[in-house]
């Protein structure tokens, strides 16, 4: 057994949560090019291409790949769970996208960021342990969501003030915790490449089959998408759900939910910088909640120990 490629369990963990800060920051981002997107096309027309062109993108990174392997794919478990991933990736992202319609980026942002907590509430389903670190990280994530994004004063919270977009973007919220414990399990068992081709492909297969049914794709809203698209594709889809899936191979679900919830920071920012937002003292505030929820979750559970109950912790010969 070669010992020369070990790393150790802390360090690989740190990594896996610098590729999930990476990965929240495209897509808080992303929050700013599908609203310019929704200006020249679909829902789930946008949805479609950009997934359609973020598996393409992998493609050859996927086929140099396979030529440099000798070990053949586990198709019995890769093609089931990309199935149900992609599936369950095109319920969340055709949700946010319908939702975010009708709200602002940075309130689709704060909506999105509550699977912070959903996350260990399923873990708690599936008799996982969740820490004490993890739950204050994730207390502290929601707290700082609220003051970054929604509005200061109280009369303006009623539900009746909520809007459609907002139970839509509710609603990928919560596929968007069911997809993170997806990845959890599915990264223990297939490699994170074909996987993340795999989920893409079906989302963008699911999209343009609504986005035909339901809407009239056509190529001067392509052309006037084509930067939104190009961003969602190439960076959001391509790069930053790619990123997901190879960091969760070492991250645990309650640890990468609080990370990935920065998203909201970066989309709040992308308000500010790209359309004309402003950022008060209390979303500052907002920001800084956020940050120590995310180092609470690492620090009062030490990484070592978190990923100790991995079985794939302990490195490859």
């Not at 679909?42 to 140099?64: E, K």
């Not at 343009?208 to 052309?223: F, M, N, Q, W, Y």
């Not at 929820?293 to 990923?307: D, I, K, N, T």
Request: proline share 4%; with cysteine.
């Amino acid at each position: 057994m070669a010992t020369g490629n070990l790393t150790p369990p802390r360090e690989r963990v740190w990594r896996a949560n610098a590729l999930l800060l990476l990965a929240a920051a495209i897509w808080g981002f992303a929050f700013v090019a599908q609203r310019v997107g929704m200006n020249y096309v679909g829902p789930f027309t946008f949805t479609g291409v950009r997934f359609a062109l973020g598996s393409v993108a992998l493609l050859p990174v996927l086929i140099a790949q396979r030529r440099r392997s000798k070990e053949s794919l586990p198709w019995r478990v890769l093609l089931p769970g990309g199935l149900i991933a992609g599936i369950v990736l095109f319920a969340g992202a055709s949700c946010q996208q319908i939702g975010i319609v009708t709200t602002t980026a940075g309130k689709a942002g704060f909506i999105t960021g509550l699977y912070v907590v959903l996350v260990p509430l399923l873990g708690l389903l599936q008799r996982q342990r969740t820490g004490v670190g993890a739950w204050i990280g994730a207390i502290l994530a929601v707290v700082g969501l609220y003051f970054l994004t929604m509005p200061a004063d109280l009369s303006e919270l009623r539900l009746t003030a909520m809007t459609s977009g907002d139970l839509w973007v509710l609603l990928g919220a919560c596929f968007w915790a069911l997809h993170v414990h997806i990845l959890a399990w599915l990264t223990q068992r297939v490699e994170a490449l074909p996987l993340a081709v795999l989920q893409f492909a079906v989302t963008a297969i699911l999209s343009s089959i609504v986005a035909l049914l339901l809407e009239t794709p056509t190529l001067p809203g392509l052309r006037g998408a084509v930067w939104a698209i190009l961003y969602g594709g190439l960076l959001s889809v391509g790069v930053a759900y790619t990123l997901q899936v190879v960091a969760q191979r070492d991250a645990r679900p309650a640890h990468a939910a609080i990370i990935l919830s920065l998203e909201a920071v970066f989309a709040v920012l992308g308000g500010v910088l790209l359309l004309g937002e402003t950022l008060t003292l209390r979303g500052l505030a907002g920001c800084a909640l956020m940050l120590a929820g995310m180092l609470v979750s690492q620090l009062v559970a030490p990484a070592g120990r978190e990923v100790d109950r991995n079985p794939n912790s302990e490195g490859n010969s």
